[in-house]
């Protein structure tokens, strides 16, 4: 059976990378007694994909990872499980059933991220950039230089913001993510410096992701919903 | 939630950040204000490297049982952190509390191999302790040195306040009890550190003095108070299976050399090879019973999740109960997906019928150290291991589906002949001419033999200790001369070489047999930048001869000379167990090509019978 797990990443395990965090609930699952299952061969691995890697720096509330376990546990259970065998800095918030089958993957459905981005103290843009952002968002493209495996290549990014806003004393943006789609808010404070004819300096933002969606809307009209939404609570243990 | 000693843009802009934030599983965290003691434990290399280390894992685990200790740990920064740390005047730190070092009431560092000791003057440099002991004053932490340097520490002795020799398990409560009531009634360091001279192997290299020959030997080592001891005796553990074992070992989160659980199911070894520092400084071999490994493997598989677990010896096949052991881990933790590796196994039926069922033959390869390239030099260095007994396992794992192979070999050991190096590339040859020997359709393509030589450093405290090393340029002559035979073999093209660096070689005999007065050659070397000399990519030759130069170090006296029967070594102040008369025999036989029998065939009277444990109590 597959299990959607979602986990927040905060404090010191920022620095923690993506291929090491794979490892880390590699290990976990291991010690939380967690039955999952294994791919055969002489080098069995966890069946387990995580929905999308999230960059060194970045903390989270909105992480997942489906796995394939062969005993059930309730979802409680499950929680409570491995969140004893976490490090500070990572806490399991949900777990939830989800339907068979490689269309219901995390990875292959997700279509969008939320993301909160502050400056460092210090590292704030000039006075009023809040009306400067808005100026900027409210432009019909946005056209930056993509750095991609051939070179550069110039892209319109503006389709793939879906909100951008200020907020408090920050920066709220609702950005396409997924293999097809996929925009860093770093790109988008990039390319807001440029608009403003000024340069980040080194280390500005604190980005932290709030949430990861899929797109359950039809060619036409976009429908986001949380990547947790589309799994159902498992209240009692059975086989 | 603690802060951490370097803040975000420090720790975004260097390789790896995870090195230097600690929080790994099972680390272990204390109020620090209910702690007497706090010790900082270091493995004075890169993360990766120092937290595959077992002996530390042993040694954290010990200290932090002790409620009124708290045990942190600390490595070496790579360049790019040592670079920030010194741009910005930041003291180095621990890894749990990221207090700096200086802080702390002890800095234990465990000396692994010769070239880490530029590392070590880095962790006291950047910890901002004196580097010398003499300049250090009642505040800073004493500096305690161990691990299997140790046993010829001299050549740090004026950077450290205490060498612990010998196995940690046994006297550290004594010195950290000491330590307590030292600290309590706030006695002066000196009146400390003469104290513990008085606890069983400990040595306070302040208190003695040294005096050499007009030749550059030593002429005599005295104490310089009453109360040191002539002589330091080795520790070592009467009983493994009652002996502290890690349950909870510490889980990093990168990737580390090794990233598995670690099963030490003995201690010593029966063979006796006289290249074999390990071989003969952990006398007498102490097996572990069963029972207690079993419990160990689950306990250590369920605290860390790790899905590998690796048996530890000097040589596993020893073991008497292996085959036993590996059944029960096979059974129990194979499907769970758990790997089991088994190194330092002899190659014979059993081993590979195990190997066959935990890992894809047609991947892993055998692996063989003979050593030496000609019986006759086999029988020099006591390695039991016949070119007969190779081919024949060889063999058998050729039938069973393998196809890769690798040799491990030394070069300049003593009596070496350029026929003896040729035989290297010989035996390569017969090991693939047996392979060729199976029918076409049933092997799988060519076979693969990988030759790798290093050189031989002649170390304390074994037979070897008297034999005169190689200059760099015999050592290349020889990996040539070996080289040329490789290719002018049939098979050549199923055989690969591989040779060692002769530089760093050269620089790992001098402080192997060093004494005191390498310490400013040392120094300098550091000074002049000089670190992490055993990584290739930051090993700098130029720099250690210039400061040999600057120094009037003459690196010649301590690696090519040759030493004479009735010569005081450096190191001969410690009680190592073996005495040096059962060594010198065992030089002599090796000149006369004369195998010595293992310790379960026939005891040879080394002097480790007196610690009264493991095999020399054992009915034969």
Redesign the interface.
């Known amino acids: 059976m597959k299990i959607r797990v979602k986990f927040r990443k905060y404090?010191?395990?920022k620095?923690?990378?993506h291929l090491?965090m794979m490892?880390?609930f590699?290990?976990?699952?291991?010690?939380a007694g967690i039955d999952i299952c294994?791919s055969g061969?002489?080098?069995?691995?966890?069946i387990m994909s995580f929905a999308s890697p999230l960059g060194?720096?970045l903390t989270s509330d909105g992480e997942y990872l489906d796995i394939e376990v062969g005993e059930v546990l309730s979802s409680e259970e499950t929680v409570r499980r491995l969140n004893q065998?976490m490090?500070?800095?990572v806490e399991v918030v949900s777990c939830r059933r989800i339907p068979d089958g490689k269309a219901s993957n995390a990875m292959a459905l997700m279509a969008a991220a939320d993301y909160e981005v502050h400056f460092?103290e210090g590292k704030e843009p000039k006075k009023h950039w809040q009306e400067d952002f808005e100026k900027f968002c409210g432009q019909s493209s946005i056209m930056v230089l993509k750095k991609t495996k051939k070179g550069e290549r110039e892209l319109d990014i503006r389709p793939l913001i879906y909100e951008a806003r200020v907020q408090g004393n920050g920066i709220f943006l609702k950005l396409a993510a997924g293999s097809s789609e996929n925009l860093k808010p770093e790109l988008v404070m990039d390319a807001f410096a440029s608009y403003t004819k000024t340069e980040l300096p080194?280390?500005a933002l604190l980005i932290h992701r709030q949430e990861l969606y899929a797109d359950v809307g039809t060619d036409k009209k976009q429908c986001l919903v949380p990547l947790e939404s589309l799994g159902e609570v498992i209240e009692t243990a059975r086989q | 939630m603690r802060k951490l000693a370097l803040d975000d843009s420090i720790l975004l802009k260097i390789e790896k950040p995870a090195r230097y934030i600690g929080n790994e599983i099972n680390a272990v965290y204390k109020d620090k204000s209910k702690t007497d003691i706090r010790f900082c434990m270091c493995f004075p290399d890169l993360y990766e490297i120092g937290m595959s280390h077992l002996g530390i894992q042993i040694l954290y685990d010990m200290f932090n049982q002790r409620e009124d200790v708290w045990c942190e740990r600390v490595y070496s920064p790579w360049v790019d952190l040592d670079g920030i740390l010194r741009e910005k005047k930041l003291p180095l730190f621990a890894l749990e509390s990221q207090d700096p070092v200086k802080d702390f009431d002890f800095l234990g560092i465990t000396l692994q191999y010769e070239m880490c000791y530029t590392n070590v003057l880095q962790i006291l440099d950047l910890s901002r302790i004196p580097l010398r002991a003499a300049d250090r004053g009642q505040k800073d932490p004493i500096v305690i040195g161990g691990g299997p340097c140790a046993c010829n520490p001299e050549p740090l002795a004026d950077f450290f306040d205490l060498f612990y020799i010998g196995e940690g398990e046994t006297s550290y409560d004594a010195l950290l009890d000491l330590y307590k009531n030292h600290k309590k009634s706030g006695t002066s360091r000196e009146d400390f550190l003469l104290a513990a001279s008085g606890i069983p192997g400990i040595y306070v290299p302040s208190l003695y003095k040294v005096t050499y020959h007009p030749d550059g030997t030593v002429a005599a080592m005295k104490p310089a108070k009453p109360q040191a001891p002539e002589k330091v005796r080795r520790q070592a553990v009467s009983d493994l299976t009652s002996a502290v074992y890690p349950k909870k070992p510490l889980v990093p989160f990168i990737k580390v050399t090794q990233d598995r659980v670690v099963l030490e199911i003995q201690r010593g070894c029966i063979r006796g090879c006289r290249f074999c520092q390990a071989g003969m400084m952990y006398r007498p071999t102490r097996e572990r019973d069963l029972k207690m490994l079993e419990e160990s493997a689950h306990n250590m598989l369920e605290s860390t999740g790790h899905e590998e677990i690796s048996l530890s010896s000097l040589s596993s096949s020893d073991y008497s109960k292996l085959p036993e052991l590996v059944t029960y881990l096979m059974e129990h933790f194979r499907g769970q997906g758990v790997n089991i590796s088994l190194p330092s196994l002899r190659i014979d039926a059993f081993s590979l019928d195990v190997m066959s069922k935990i890992q894809d033959v047609r991947k892993s390869s055998i692996t063989f150290a003979p050593e030496a390239g000609s019986q006759r030099l086999r029988d020099v260095i006591n390695k039991g291991l016949t070119e007969e007994v190779i081919l024949e396992g060889a063999g058998t794992a050729f039938d069973g589906g393998w196809n890769k192979v690798k040799l491990y070999f030394m070069l300049g050991l003593p009596t070496e002949t350029e026929e003896d190096q040729k035989e290297i590339a010989h035996l390569a040859e017969k090991i693939a001419k047996r392979y060729y020997e199976i029918p076409k359709e049933r092997r799988c393509g060519k076979c693969q033999i990988t030759i790798s030589t290093s050189f031989f450093v002649p170390k304390p405290f074994t037979p070897f200790q008297w034999a005169r090393m190689c200059t760099r340029e015999e050592f290349l002559e020889r990996a040539y001369t070996v080289n040329m035979e490789v290719k002018a073999q049939l098979n050549r093209k199923s055989m690969k070489y591989n040779w060692h660096e002769a530089d760093v070689t050269v620089l790992e005999g001098v402080f192997a047999r060093g004494d005191r007065r390498l310490s400013s050659f040392l120094l300098r070397a550091y000074e002049k930048g000089c670190l992490f000399d055993s990584w290739t990519e930051t090993f700098q030759g130029e720099l250690w001869m210039e400061a040999a130069a600057e120094t009037e170090t003459d690196l010649m006296f301590y690696t090519t000379r040759n030493r004479e029967k009735d010569e005081l070594f450096p190191w001969d102040f410690i009680d190592i167990g073996v005495t040096k008369g059962f060594l010198y025999r065992e030089w002599e036989r090796a000149l006369n090509e004369t195998v010595t029998p293992n310790c379960r065939q026939q005891c040879q009277g080394c002097g480790a019978g007196r610690y009264e444990s493991g095999i020399c109590v054992e009915s034969r």
């Open positions: 404090g010191e395990m620095f923690i990378g090491d490892r880390y590699q290990k976990a699952i291991r010690r294994y061969g002489f080098s069995p691995h966890m060194v720096g065998a490090v500070e800095g460092r080194e280390f």
